[in-house]
């Protein structure tokens, strides 16, 4: 339901936005669009449970989608037609099927979107990106098995998964209306280590689909203008929070040996904050550094076993608070558009007391949906060590300066 709530209120923060932005000269129109698209998706099988490590038997192949979008541009003669003048954003709504079905269930998806132009290949063609980003609803709850235990898996272990999508297309403008799209895309299906099993849905799509102009039919074909621009510091500060799954290794505690981790029962929660300086070097790009501070009741909790509790009702007594606290800086690069902005960050523990679990590389992925010109709603996924799944950042934040 949380990611639920996030859909709809990153969507409310897009038309408060489309509200806020409209000039005092309403002869300046939204240029807005319709779209529908069909496709169909290979599933890259990355892990044992997609593979056929199942209670069905059977691997995950395949997957087909159609989708219903709206979409629209700024106005012309407004400053952000002048910085972007091909970006368009919207929202849309689709569902998609796998095959076989038996394990996945049919999900429904929700989710913003954002597109423009990368290049004029001629008057009529063009190649652009897009992205997606939303919640995907009605997935098949596990009903069955222990954690682990593949064999005995029949679902996923939440209903409701974050869904992300990059899609690289082309465009053909039959009419002053119509125009034809077609592409490729990468999608990713997660609960974000908020319930277990999360294996990870990755699928390649191919995308055709028709769009049609409502309103103003006509475009143009400007270049951005940058003039009025002046480059300079930002500062962002964001707080947020989320509840994760966790896990320990028996072994840790001197119990028995142990062949991999373990399962916790419930959730944990997690909060922490970002202090984020960002150098705008243009209105699309900017990069910074970020004091990244964390706090997770889950972390460092294999020496905290008591062993003979054993590992299906295991019982812990609580870690130092300090073994729960980390501060880690991090180098960041954003990419801006209008009102949304996508914030990539690498970076290091700088304390981290507790242990390994805090300790060492982690990656942030986040994006910022700016109601008004400060403040903004954040969503975001952090990574650790490239490959361990950490916590999802569900938070806003307010930006001074610029």
Not at 127 to 151: C, R, V
Request: with cysteine; glycine share 12%; proline share 5%.
């Amino acid at each position: 339901m949380s990611l639920f709530k996030t859909s709809l209120l990153a969507s409310a923060a897009l038309f408060a936005t489309h509200t806020w932005a409209a000039p005092a000269d309403t002869t300046r129109s939204w240029r807005s669009e319709v779209s529908l698209t069909g496709r169909a998706a290979a599933v890259l099988r990355s892990g044992p449970i997609l593979r056929g490590e199942n209670a069905t038997g059977r691997s995950v192949d395949a997957a087909f989608a159609g989708d219903l979008r709206y979409s629209f541009r700024m106005p012309r003669g407004t400053q952000w037609d002048r910085y972007y003048p091909h970006a368009y954003q919207g929202i849309g709504v689709g569902i998609a099927g796998f095959s076989p079905s038996e394990l996945t269930g049919t999900p429904f998806n929700v989710y913003v979107l954002q597109g423009s132009r990368i290049t004029s290949l001629s008057s009529r063609l063009s190649l652009d990106y897009e992205w997606n980003f939303g919640a995907s609803f009605g997935w098949k709850k596990i009903t069955n098995g222990q954690p682990f235990d593949y064999a005995d898996v029949d679902g996923f272990g939440s209903n409701a998964n974050a869904y992300i999508n990059l899609d690289l297309l082309l465009k053909y403008r039959l009419s002053s209306r119509v125009t034809l799209t077609g592409g490729i895309g990468l999608s990713h299906f997660s609960n974000g280590n908020t319930d277990y099993p999360n294996p990870g849905v990755n699928t390649v799509w191919a995308r055709l689909g028709v769009a049609y102009r409502l309103g103003d039919g006509t475009d143009t074909d400007s270049r951005a203008d940058w003039s009025g621009f002046d480059p300079g510091f930002v500062y962002d500060i964001t707080l947020y929070g989320a509840w994760r799954k966790g896990y320990y290794d028996p072994s840790v505690a001197g119990g028995y040996e142990s062949h991999g981790l373990e399962l916790i029962p419930g959730h944990f929660g997690v909060a922490g904050f970002n202090i984020n300086p960002l150098y705008r070097v243009n209105p699309i790009f900017a990069a910074g550094a970020s004091l990244d501070g964390q706090y997770d009741e889950a972390a460092n909790l294999s020496p905290c076993h008591e062993p003979s509790s054993g590992t299906e009702n295991p019982r812990f007594y609580r870690q130092p608070f300090g073994h729960r606290c980390s501060l880690g800086l991090s180098a960041r690069v954003e990419l801006a558009m209008p009102i949304f902005s996508v914030n990539i960050g690498l970076g290091h523990s700088l304390w981290a007391p507790g242990g390994k679990d805090m300790r060492g590389w982690y990656q942030t992925f986040t994006l910022k949906t700016f109601i008004g010109k400060r403040f903004y709603l954040s969503t975001g996924y952090r990574l650790l060590r490239f490959r361990d799944p950490g916590n999802l950042m569900l938070g806003a934040g307010f930006r001074f300066g610029g």
